[in-house]
Structure formats: C-alpha cells, structure tokens
C-alpha cells in the first residue's frame, strides 16, 4: 500500500512518521520546510520512543508524488480550498481519502469537490507539535479513531487501521458521526476556551468556574450529538475527557497556538459548522455559539 | 440638606461635585487622594463645562464628617464590607443612603446590616473616569435613576431628585427593580464582554458577531428581569442601549479598568447576584453565566 501525507506538520509528520519507521511506503507533501527535510531529514520525538527519518520520500508538488491507495489530509481545514489541486494528482478510481482535521462537516464538503471518492475521518487523540522545520514533538496520548464516511471497500478502512496497528499505534474503527462528535467533546472547550482566556488546559480545570464551564461546554456537545443522531455519547464520556486532561501534560490546543502565532484559527469546522448541524437538528448550543462569538472576534483582532 | 459622599472616585466626585458646585452642601470622604484633594481641590473635567471646587468639604475619617441627611455611596462594591464602619458615624434615623453602585442585590445586603436604614438605588448612565487624584473626567451623558428601595419618606427621595435637576442632572425616580435592571441592561454585556476580549465599547459593536453577542447577552438580561417581576424591558430598551453605545465615545467600562490595574472586579453583584436572581425565578442567563466563569477565571490569574 502507498500513502500519501498531505501536509507535513504536526500530525502528518506523527502518523505518516511512524508508518514509514514501521516499512510502509509512505510518500510526504511538503511546503515550507521541504528544503529543510530533503537535508535533514523527519525527526520525531516522542514519549512512546523517538526516531529520525534519514531520507523519507518527499516533495514539494503532489504532481511529482505517486499515486497512493490512503491519502492522509493533514492540512489546516482553513486550507481545505487547495484540496482539489493538491490530491487530484494523486489519487484513482479506489483510493481512501482519510481527513485528519478535527471538526464537523468536512467529509460532506469535500465530498462535494470529488463526488466519487472515497472518504473517511481521522480523529487523533494526540497532544503534539511541530516546534521546528522537521520536527515533531509528541507529548502524549496518540490513538486514532478511524470513521468511515464513503468508502465501499471496507476491507481498505480496516487495512489503514491494521497498519496503524503494526506501526504501534492504537486505532480503531467507529461509526463516522460518532467519531467526529467523540472528538469535538475535548476539541469544542478546549480550543475555544484556551484562546479566549489564553491559557492552557491545566489552568482551566484547575478552577473551579471554568472546570465547571468545560463540563457544560462538554455537555452542549454531547447533546447537540444526540440531536444529530449520535446516541451513546454520555455524561461519563465527559467525565473522561477531563479527567484524561487532568492527567496529560498542560498544553496548548492547536487553536491556540494558531491564535498565538497570529495564523487564521478553524472556527468554521470546529465552532460554526457543528453549532449549525445541532441549530437544524433543533438543538441550540447557546454558549458554544458564545464561545464562536469571541472567536470570531478574536480571529479578525489577531492579524 | 447635607450630602455626604462615600468614596470620592469618578462616580461620588462628579454627582458630589455637581451638587457642590451649584452650591449645596456636600462633604467628600476620601482616602489616598485626601491630602491631595486638601491641597489641590477638585477638578471635573466634563463634556457639560468643567469646573473646579477650590476647598469642597473633605474628610479622611468618616467620623470627623458631619451626620447627613443624604449619602451617596460610590465606594466600588468589593468593599462594601466596609459600609458598616464607614457610614455609621454619619447617618441618623432619617438619612437616606443611595447605593450608587452598579449591580443587582445591594440594597438587600446593605439592609441586612441596617435593618432600619431608608436606602434607595442610584443607577448612573455616564462614562467617566478618575484619571488622576483629584481630577475627574467625564466624557459624555450622565443621567441617573433613582429607585426608591426602603424609604418611608418619599419627599425625600423627590428632593434628591430636585437637587440633581438644580445642579444640571438629568435625574428621574423610577421603580426600584426597573431601575436596578435597566441598567444591568447596559452593564451585564458591556463590562464582562471587554474584559474577556480585552477591548472597547466600539470595537465589540463594529464586529457582527460581537455586535449579535451583545444584543443576546441584553436579551438575557431582560428576560432575566422579566423573570424577577420586572415586565416593562423589552428589545426595543436593548437596541436604544446598542445605539447610544455606538454613538458614544470609545469606552472602557468601570470592570474593564479594573481589570487593566489589576484591581479586583466587581464580579458578584454584577454577574453572579442576577444569574442567581433569574435562576430563583426560573430562567437560565446561560450565556452570562459563561461570562461570569470565563471573568472569575480572569479576575483570580489577575493579581
């Protein structure tokens, strides 16, 4: 099987890194940092182990990358308008287009550009940062739900997540909704809630308010899930949300850092989409809605 | 009638100065700014015509002030577990104390210490600010509510009143709930919103999305009050609020200064005291409760 990592950041170095550590084929989009890749090569470190990648296969223009069976798109959703010219390239009549972005809504945009193809959903549980050109650092955390949005090959989804498994990675396949409603439980407090107060994840659920506002922020998700069809997601799914983050490193979302490094933030996948889905399904996520409010704001104040 | 101000900050030097200087009898208690005031007097800056009171009656200890018939408290409300100390020495079986604070609650808090003291709220529509020691600066508006909350003696409260209209204030009684929430109308969005984003009046109303959350987070208010008894707020209170907001210099809310010199914000009497009003009576502010998280969290990483 050959893969191809659109984007080679933080999560695409990660997983695309240890698929390729682990034998598999694994070919690499880069942009900015190519250069520095072709010379240096991928370094990933990592609290389960590190490794380099003396001279992983990579390029700068998808047009010169072969063409792969699983394609991951790690990009930032805020790009997902260079989507059509980046993975046209590379993809045929069977491929699996996996979309490891966090949010609600994409698999139905994407799949109106290419009306064919096979989609699914990538939902890391990952706290990791690309820190310099070529290097990822993993915190902790690292397992992957895979959801299965178009793909008629099942047998394709479920050698993805073998593969995974092969690589050291705990993956597993979950209904499509479910799997980005599960995420968007940690990513819709969080995110939201470290930009706006700038802070990070420990300072929140070390008061007592705000705690109590990530649970609430939690459970306006999770209903707005249930509006959407999305059934067994429960209060105890909350519980362990946070209780998983008490426990993790303190650390800043990637929303944060967007915001910190003055880049666009997702706030349409990750706040206006699902609060729209929930909005139709009659379920009003009224302080989620707040929450995209100051983001919005915040977004347009941080050029 | 004698005066007594309680708290010569912005609030208490501008109505304590106005009543001075269109000659009534009105004594200033201060504290870091006595000697200066001693030394200097007091200066109003004002959109209306400045002035200044060359010796106004000041005082650094309450029990060297004469009893009054009147007294103005404009202490901010975090200290107002002060009162008992401060007021005792002046007031006698008729004084009527106006809380001129902002918030929902005071009155009720006050009483419990001064179970037979006539207390009536004022609630001021200005911008103003103590920019230095001694110097006030008004910037525009400047009409005050009063409501009525324990005094039998209602021809005092109409002479207050007068009092206000002879020194150049528009002033109008009006029933105490209405008044109290009526301004809370203004104050619940405006002076959390400002901190949380770390902005101005202005800026929140020239954003669409702020400028929506504005609006919502008055709604809630008055439905807030709706739920408290208080039937004659509606939206068209909240758009005129929008609209003089919008036509009135860029502003920086009392809260949001606070917040700026790390002093503590007046948090409970504006946010909690109402949410929990409304609550008792039945409706959720959900989104100002998520302000009031996201401000207790500001307020404690603040000192």
Redesign the interface.
């Known amino acids: 099987m050959i893969y191809g990592i659109i984007g080679t950041g933080a999560i695409g170095g990660y997983y695309g890194g240890k698929l390729a550590h682990a034998g598999k084929d694994v070919h690499f989009l880069l942009h900015k940092d190519y250069q520095h890749v072709v010379d240096n090569g991928l370094q990933i470190n990592s609290c389960n182990g590190s490794f380099h990648l003396d001279h992983p296969f990579v390029y700068n223009d998808s047009r010169k990358m072969p063409k792969c069976d699983i394609v991951f798109v790690c990009l930032k959703s805020v790009n997902n308008n260079l989507l059509k010219e980046l993975i046209t390239p590379i993809i045929n009549n069977n491929t699996l287009v996996v979309l490891i972005q966090n949010g609600i809504g994409l698999e139905s945009d994407v799949q109106q550009i290419f009306p064919g193809l096979s989609l699914a959903a990538g939902l890391a549980f990952i706290c990791c940062a690309k820190t310099e050109p070529g290097i990822v650092n993993h915190q902790c955390y690292g397992s992957i739900n895979i959801g299965n949005y178009s793909c008629p090959d099942e047998s394709l989804v479920r050698s993805l997540t073998e593969d995974f498994k092969d690589a050291g990675i705990e993956a597993c396949n979950m209904e499509y909704n479910e799997a980005r409603w599960k995420k968007a439980v940690w990513n819709m407090p969080f995110n939201g809630l470290t930009v706006?107060?700038n802070?990070q994840t420990d300072?929140?659920l070390k008061?007592p308010?705000?705690m109590?506002?990530v649970r609430?922020l939690m459970m306006e998700t999770i209903e707005g899930a249930k509006a959407c069809g999305v059934q067994n997601i429960d209060a105890s799914f909350a519980d362990k949300m946070i209780d998983n983050t008490i426990h993790m490193t303190p650390y800043s979302p990637s929303m944060k850092l967007d915001y910190d490094f003055h880049r666009p933030m997702e706030i349409h996948y990750l706040y206006t989409r699902p609060i729209e889905e929930a909005a139709k399904a009659g379920y009003q996520m009224?302080?989620l809605?707040?929450?995209?409010?100051?983001l919005?704001?915040?977004n347009?104040?941080n050029r």
Chains 1, 2 share one sequence.
């Open positions: 706006a107060l802070t300072l929140l008061n308010a705000t109590q506002l609430d009224k302080k809605k707040m929450l995209e409010a100051e919005i704001y915040l347009q104040n």
